[in-house]
């Protein structure tokens, strides 16, 4: 499947009337996080496609969106999207779970977690994953998440810390793709993509197009 996969950076081309000349046909949006809800909303409205989102750890709980005459009202996620945080869905050909947030370095309540927080998440959602590999031959193709992996494409300040739980998910369950955002990219020489095991681990910041298949 072709997807568009975006992440912390409201991008012009993007969020212009020009995305689909841009990016083309596609199959599937994915949100790595750390986005407004405004801009996935439209870049989904204007593919027309099924959309799967992460909240990043500078997510609001709440925003707020313009409705009929004056009114405002609240929203917590992207309307139309499906959150995928500790869940698992078939899309099509492709098995796709999320894991929101980055690791905790300060005192914020929303979307950040220690290593074993991220642990207890990760064992919530492993029956899921066993069910598919009964189901489908497989645990996983695709993870969404916000954050890196510990010592994969991660950052040495507390904040930009990968997870070293998302090294034991990939042992465990072997996905084909590990896809983040969460490190912004200043240079080009910067390693974007590195193989783990039998993952394939892609920061995908701003924004990448990728075609994503089944593992076989």
Same mark, same amino acid.
């Given at each position: 499947?072709?997807?568009?996969?975006?992440?912390?950076?409201?991008?012009?081309?993007?969020?212009?009337?020009?995305?689909?000349?841009?990016?083309?046909?596609?199959?599937?949006?994915?949100?790595?996080?750390?986005?407004?809800?405004?801009?996935?909303?439209?870049?989904?409205?204007?593919?027309?496609?099924?959309?799967?989102?992460?909240?990043?750890?500078?997510?609001?709980?709440?925003?707020?969106?313009?409705?009929?005459?004056?009114?405002?009202?609240?929203?917590?996620?992207?309307?139309?999207?499906?959150?995928?945080?500790?869940?698992?869905?078939?899309?099509?050909?492709? %098995? *796709?779970? /999320?894991?929101?947030?980055?690791? $905790?370095?300060?005192?914020?309540?929303?979307?950040? +977690?220690?290593? #074993? &927080?991220?642990?207890?998440?990760?064992?919530?959602?492993?029956?899921?994953?066993?069910?598919?590999?009964?189901?489908?031959?497989?645990?996983?193709?695709?993870?969404?998440?916000?954050?890196?992996?510990?010592?994969?494409?991660?950052?040495?300040?507390?904040?930009?810390?990968?997870?070293?739980?998302?090294?034991?998910?990939?042992?465990?369950?072997?996905?084909?793709? %590990? *896809?983040? /955002?969460?490190?912004?990219?200043? $240079?080009?020489?910067?390693?974007?993509?590195?193989? +783990?095991?039998? #993952? &394939?681990?892609?920061?995908?910041?701003?924004?990448?197009?990728?075609?994503?298949?089944?593992?076989?």
């Amino acid at each position: 499947m072709r997807a568009l996969v975006i992440s912390d950076k409201v991008e012009p081309i993007l969020y212009s009337a020009g995305i689909n000349r841009h990016v083309g046909k596609i199959d599937l949006v994915l949100s790595c996080g750390d986005l407004p809800h405004y801009y996935v909303e439209y870049v989904m409205t204007m593919m027309g496609r099924p959309t799967y989102f992460v909240h990043g750890n500078h997510a609001r709980e709440v925003e707020y969106h313009s409705g009929s005459g004056d009114e405002w009202r609240a929203v917590s996620e992207p309307m139309g999207g499906v959150n995928l945080h500790e869940r698992t869905v078939r899309e099509d050909s492709l %098995l *796709l779970a /999320g894991l929101e947030g980055s690791i $905790r370095y300060n005192s914020s309540p929303l979307f950040q +977690y220690t290593d #074993t &927080e991220m642990m207890f998440k990760i064992l919530r959602m492993a029956p899921r994953l066993v069910l598919n590999r009964a189901r489908y031959g497989r645990y996983l193709d695709v993870l969404v998440a916000h954050s890196p992996p510990w010592g994969i494409h991660d950052q040495p300040d507390r904040p930009h810390q990968g997870f070293k739980s998302f090294l034991t998910f990939m042992q465990w369950f072997r996905p084909r793709y %590990l *896809l983040h /955002g969460h490190i912004h990219l200043y $240079r080009r020489d910067v390693v974007t993509q590195t193989r +783990y095991l039998e #993952t &394939e681990v892609i920061n995908v910041y701003p924004y990448r197009i990728l075609e994503l298949e089944p593992k076989i």
